[in-house]
């Protein structure tokens, strides 16, 4: 079946500019998960959903990001006024008890 | 504080050999564990995963080992192949798959011809 889809692929941004990231989790998936990567790390936790409901946002590094999931299934991470530190490549991942399973995720360059 | 780490950053291996990637961790109320493949310009792929009540789980030529005394985690892939280059990370948390995930820094796989 398909699995974690994530839109755009690239984006570059001006620094503040706001931007929009897309997320579609496989369907049925109850649980979504957004990350942040840095390059040459490892992920890092930013925000769960489950259903529409966010559980966690612990890890949203400013009050400059905001996701929501309004329907319990597609899922968009906004940054406000984008900086350059938020250059990075935001991962989704969806779960069932049977794994975490990650889409290729937006690579977004602030200049 | 708690975190995931790995030993090596880099490790090269003949084709055909069997490679272990190491991993500790120092959160031992951690339960879950999971292995991901990373490629360049891809997202992390499962590999596979290990509860906490197991030391030792197999899947298609790979296999996950959890020494929960030394907090210790590793993978080994049998018969490594070329498609098998690519960043590899451990991950860890309390509450399985549907839980966040907290990611070491990754090493890196390199298979000689």
């Known amino acids: 079946g398909a699995g974690v889809s994530q839109s755009p692929r690239y984006k570059v941004a001006k620094r503040g500019q706001d931007v929009a990231l897309r997320c579609d989790p496989i369907?049925?998936?109850?649980?979504l998960f957004w990350y942040q990567q840095a390059l040459g790390q490892g992920p890092e936790f930013l925000t769960y959903?489950?259903?529409?409901?966010?559980?966690?946002k612990s890890g949203l590094p400013s009050d400059r990001f905001f996701a929501e999931r309004p329907e319990g299934s597609v899922s968009t991470l906004k940054i406000q006024r984008t900086q350059q530190e938020d250059s990075a490549v935001y991962l989704c991942?969806?779960?069932?008890?049977?794994?975490?399973?990650f889409g290729p995720g937006t690579r977004l360059l602030v200049l | 504080g708690e975190s995931v780490g790995l030993h090596l950053p880099t490790l090269s291996v003949q084709e055909g050999d069997n490679s272990i990637i190491n991993c500790a961790y120092s959160?031992?109320?951690?339960?879950?564990f999971i292995w991901y493949k990373q490629e360049s310009g891809k997202g992390p792929q499962f590999i596979i995963d290990?509860?906490?009540?197991?030391d030792k789980r197999q899947g298609q030529r790979v296999t996950v080992l959890l020494n929960k005394t030394v907090k210790h985690l590793s993978l080994q892939i049998a018969a490594t192949q070329p498609g098998d280059s690519a960043v590899y990370f451990c991950?860890?948390?309390?509450?399985?798959?549907?839980?966040?995930?907290?990611f070491g820094k990754g090493i890196t796989l390199s298979v000689r011809p």
């Open positions: 991942a969806s779960s069932t008890t049977s794994g975490q399973y």
């Open positions: 369907s049925g998936h109850v649980s």
């Open positions: 959903f489950q259903n529409e409901a966010q559980l966690d």
């Open positions: 959160n031992s109320a951690s339960d879950y």
């Open positions: 290990i509860r906490s009540n197991m």
């Open positions: 991950a860890e948390n309390m509450g399985g798959a549907n839980s966040k995930l907290t």
